[in-house]
């Protein structure tokens, strides 16, 4: 049971702990995990978060599951998850309530409308390093743009854009290793 | 069924996001008008607040939109969906780690996923700045080019833009920092006319 209570308490610590999520966890996650715990090593932890990145779901999830599992088997993975979304779950719930009775003041409406322009720009960034990790060679850029263009126009669930990129981007490597 | 149906649309959410925080965004762009739970601009507020306070931004989102769309509960409801779909594939994935990650399949079903979703987040971005950057209403009225345009906003998009992107003391900050700069400047400019 302690165990158990180990792994939640420490990833608690871990979400409360990382602002903004991504990259800005790595370092939090290497105190507590590798140094503090040593639930694991650096190379385990940098090969989970590697693969966490390229599983669907939350990356910060994704490694809490991995180190947990390691630990305590299937049990051990659900209470390190359940430990980094406890603080977010708390934090977000009082501050949705406590605006939720603001949200008519003159004063937050005209905060959160110059707060909307500044979440354009984070998306602007956040899209251009998508680009840039992900945008490579010319067949990425057509299947990027072809999505771009396809969810502007067409009113289709993004489910169906993923679905088509990951056959895209087999049919694509499939084609060029057959060339070669 | 409210319940049921936050579970089961965020478990969709944490099925196909691929590329941690931002990636969940373009899904809830979509699941907000379908399902009337809660507006585009009430979404880009929730990105906000998401990116300013602890914890993973998906975790944050959806707790946020869970929330507005059934209270308490629904917040519990919505990130244990979100969160499920994580749980099932790495408890899977950890058993075949090295087969996994020298599988050519799955990285060439990531090679098309990636610039997905680039362009995916890229079109609902520009959902919210047609919101918040342009003014349909006044220009449906007046027909003049230049009403259509939220001047005062597309100035501080300028600012921000250079302070985030080229500015070099400034662009490492943390997003809490302009989307404080925002909020005053929200405030002092009366950028919702209130």
Redesign the interface.
């Known amino acids: 049971m302690n165990d158990y209570l180990r792994l939640f308490g420490a990833f608690a610590r871990i979400?409360?702990?990382?602002?903004?999520?991504?990259y800005a966890?790595l370092p939090m996650l290497q105190k507590e995990v590798v140094e503090k715990y040593g639930w694991a090593t650096e190379e385990e932890l940098m090969?989970y978060y590697a693969?966490?990145?390229?599983?669907?779901?939350?990356?910060?999830?994704?490694t809490a599951?991995?180190v947990g599992?390691?630990q305590k088997g299937?049990l051990g993975?659900?209470a390190a998850?359940l430990g980094?979304?406890f603080?977010?779950?708390v934090?977000?719930?009082v501050?949705?309530?406590f605006?939720?009775n603001f949200a008519d003041l003159?004063?937050v409406?005209?905060?959160?409308?110059?707060?909307?322009?500044?979440?354009?720009?984070?998306?602007?960034?956040?899209?251009?390093r998508?680009?840039k990790?992900?945008?490579t060679d010319k067949p990425?850029?057509v299947?990027?743009?072809?999505?771009?263009a396809?969810?502007?126009l067409l009113d289709l669930?993004?489910?169906v854009?993923?679905l088509?990129?990951?056959?895209?981007?087999?049919a694509?490597?499939?084609w060029e290793a057959k060339r070669s | 069924m409210i319940f049921l149906k936050l579970f089961f649309e965020f478990f969709k959410v944490g099925l196909f996001a691929v590329g941690g925080g931002m990636a969940t965004f373009p899904f809830l762009s979509e699941l907000g008008p379908r399902t009337g739970w809660f507006t585009q601009s009430q979404l880009a507020d929730m990105v906000a607040v998401s990116e300013s306070t602890p914890g993973p931004i998906g975790v944050n989102m959806a707790s946020y939109v869970g929330f507005t769309t059934a209270g308490v509960p629904g917040a519990v409801v919505a990130t244990l969906g979100l969160i499920t779909p994580s749980v099932i594939i790495i408890l899977l994935v950890a058993r075949v780690l090295a087969a996994f990650r020298e599988s050519r399949l799955v990285q060439n079903i990531f090679y098309g996923l990636r610039p997905a979703s680039a362009g995916l987040i890229a079109a609902a971005g520009l959902s919210v700045a047609a919101l918040s950057l342009l003014d349909r209403e006044t220009y449906a009225v007046s027909g003049q080019i230049l009403d259509l345009f939220r001047w005062k906003g597309l100035l501080l998009a300028a600012v921000l833009l250079y302070l985030t992107r080229w500015c070099k003391p400034t662009k490492e900050l943390h997003p809490v920092v302009f989307i404080a700069v925002a909020a005053a400047a929200g405030i002092l400019f009366r950028f919702a006319g209130a």
């Open positions: 979400g409360v702990l990382t602002f903004g999520g991504g966890m090969d693969i966490g990145q390229c599983t669907p779901g939350v990356i910060a999830v994704n599951t991995f599992r390691k299937t993975g659900v998850t980094v979304v603080p977010s779950l934090i977000i719930t501050i949705a309530a605006l939720a003159p004063v409406k005209n905060a959160f409308a110059g707060i909307r322009v500044c979440v354009c720009v984070l998306i602007f960034n956040a899209v251009c998508l680009w990790k992900s945008v990425a850029l299947i990027c743009l072809a999505v771009l396809g969810s502007l669930s993004p489910v854009f993923v088509l990129a990951g056959a895209a981007g087999v694509v490597k499939t």
